[in-house]
């Protein structure tokens, strides 16, 4: 199993940037798939990207061009760059890994797009 914490969240106007960060508790190098989720009220829980083992990534269509994912395998931590933020990026973005045994989640950090 792993642990996951999230950090990063916050108010931003629209048209600003946040960077989102995933701490694992340990190694996430031999871990299949993580990614980042996101939940707004009333609505279910979306992908919004992932990476995978070899370095692959993919993105929901409303976030390509905007966000970027990237890990540093060092510091067992993954990054969501969100550039060019927009109010219906508005969520709560939760931290997610997929290995062959289990799934995790973080606890998940506010992110609130408003002028």
């Known amino acids: 199993q792993v642990q996951l914490v999230e950090s990063g969240g916050g108010l931003v106007q629209p048209g600003g940037s946040l960077r989102l960060s995933c701490a694992a508790s340990r190694n996430i190098f031999s871990i299949n798939t993580m990614g980042w989720y996101r939940q707004s009220p009333g609505k279910q829980r979306e992908l919004v990207a992932q990476?995978?083992?070899?370095?692959?990534?993919d993105y929901a269509n409303s976030v390509k061009g905007r966000f970027t994912i990237s890990r540093d395998i060092a510091k067992n931590t993954v990054y969501l760059q969100m550039n060019t933020l927009k109010p219906e990026d508005t969520a709560v973005y939760y931290c997610n890994a997929v290995d062959l045994a289990y799934m995790a989640w973080g606890q998940g950090t506010q992110v609130t797009v408003s002028s």
């Open positions: 990476i995978t083992r070899g370095g692959s990534t």
